[in-house]
């Protein structure tokens, strides 16, 4: 098999059905596996932040506020570079590569849970190394782009993001069934005692971290010896810069942390809302169906995109979002109620799909307005020429887009945190995030979905 690919002309319909499909469908379902584990690793302190206090930890509740969004934090800041390396080093070589480093957080994670003394600031580190997983998706978003042709766009970056942010639900259900018990024997350390009461339980944290060591290094040596590098998605970060000169490119980052930038927020936070919240509920039990539910809607979102168009998607999404935070502001426990989690779990169930159709149909928009724009300046290009430009401006777009979305699994559970410290509510972080969410619809509907927009896609 052929590592690197010197001819490949996804949009040439004989060579896509003779030859391109079958390449590209393999490069992404090894994809989508390795980025199911970054996901998993990037937001695996969602979980143990709940266990921690269980099993020794004296850490304060803002403390593990910040235990949960550091990861974000570090994984959007690596996206910014992730996002241009593929064209750099190739595709294969960096899945492999950071594929490969996912190893570092995982393993320092199993080992330090194990002794309750260990500082904060180790702890801090892990967290933030944990943002390895986080930039991964970039160069995985941007490499799957290169491999097929404009009309199948959306169905597969739909298909690699969506299959690979169940990455975070597998996590949040696999973690708390792993931890009670010896999953790797005296291989995986002793277990920590979890004393309530008269009851007293065993409990093995390390294996949160454990548990992936394995299907790491399988997914490692399948990118390696599975994957391609295309020759001509090669281009320096010089040439991929030019994104920072286009308009679109700020404005797409805005919606996608409207988008993706909620889904990775709530994933991180709703575990420890729920308990702030609804103190008898253990959110370990519940937790992993948002980011489900949010996985599972985006390969959809990117095949009714294909069919609809990713603008009006977008634009009816966020208008949905935007009822449901009502409904969660609704929902909530006051000094004269003590609210519905059944309506909680619903309406935030409803915010997790709406986020998943979002982030399919706005990363759908990304690729179809800089081929746009390109075709709009033809002077002195070919067809070709100009299909091969388009696809690296929107490859970089697309990781830099991943990038400042991620954000939002920082500022998320953060003015949670904040909010709940200066208020005792979450009420004025959702009424934030309201408003947000309508600068959203505004600029979706001005610039790519109205009648006669400038830029319709």
């Not at 593990?64 to 080093?89: C, Q």
């Not at 998605?233 to 920072?244: G, H, L």
């Not at 699994?409 to 004025?428: E, V």
Request: with cysteine.
């Amino acid at each position: 098999m052929a590592r690197i690919l010197t001819t490949w002309t996804p949009e040439d319909k004989q060579f896509w059905e003779q030859h391109g499909k079958a390449v590209a469908s393999r490069n992404l379902w090894i994809s989508i596996p390795a980025l199911l584990l970054a996901f998993a690793v990037w937001m695996v302190w969602s979980m143990v932040v709940v266990k921690l206090p269980d099993i020794g930890f004296s850490y304060t509740p803002n403390q593990l506020f910040w235990l949960a969004a550091l990861p974000a934090l570090s994984g959007a800041t690596l996206r910014i570079f992730y996002s241009f390396m593929v064209p750099i080093f190739g595709g294969r070589r960096w899945t492999a590569i950071s594929t490969a480093s996912l190893l570092l957080p995982a393993i320092g994670i199993g080992f330090a849970v194990q002794n309750p003394g260990t500082s904060y600031s180790t702890m801090v580190v892990l967290a933030l190394l944990c943002g390895f997983g986080g930039g991964n998706f970039s160069s995985s978003m941007s490499n799957i782009s290169f491999f097929y042709p404009k009309a199948q766009k959306g169905t597969a970056l739909g298909m690699n993001a969506g299959l690979g942010n169940l990455g975070v639900s597998t996590m949040q259900f696999l973690v708390p069934v792993v931890i009670t018990f010896g999953l790797f024997g005296s291989l995986g350390g002793e277990p920590q005692l979890w004393v309530k009461g008269a009851i007293t339980k065993q409990l093995w944290l390390q294996n949160a971290g454990f548990v992936w060591v394995p299907f790491i290094v399988i997914a490692t040596i399948a990118a390696w010896f599975g994957m391609n590098d295309i020759a001509s998605a090669k281009a320096s970060f010089s040439e991929q810069a030019v994104i920072f000169r286009r308009k679109h490119n700020w404005l797409m980052c805005w919606l996608y942390l409207g988008t993706f930038g909620s889904f990775i927020g709530f994933s991180a936070g709703f575990a420890l809302l729920t308990k702030k919240l609804f103190p008898a509920i253990d959110p370990t039990q519940y937790a992993f169906l948002g980011p489900l539910v949010g996985a599972i809607a985006r390969p959809i979102g990117g095949w009714i995109a294909d069919k609809l168009g990713g603008a009006r998607v977008t634009f009816w999404t966020f208008i949905g979002m935007v009822l449901a935070v009502f409904g969660v502001l609704a929902s909530m426990p006051t000094a004269t109620s003590a609210g519905s989690f059944i309506m909680f779990m619903v309406m935030f169930m409803l915010l997790f799909t709406l986020t998943g159709v979002g982030n399919a149909s706005t990363f759908r928009m990304i690729p179809i307005i800089y081929l746009t724009e390109h075709q709009r300046a033809t002077v002195g290009r070919d067809e070709a020429q100009i299909n091969v430009d388009a696809a690296k401006e929107a490859a970089a777009a697309l990781g830099f887009a991943g990038a400042l979305g991620a954000y939002g699994g920082f500022f998320i559970p953060k003015s949670f945190g904040t909010s709940l410290a200066m208020t005792g509510s979450p009420s004025a972080a959702l009424y934030g995030f309201i408003i947000f969410y309508v600068s959203c619809i505004l600029m979706t509907w001005w610039y790519y979905s109205r009648k006669n927009a400038p830029m319709p896609c």
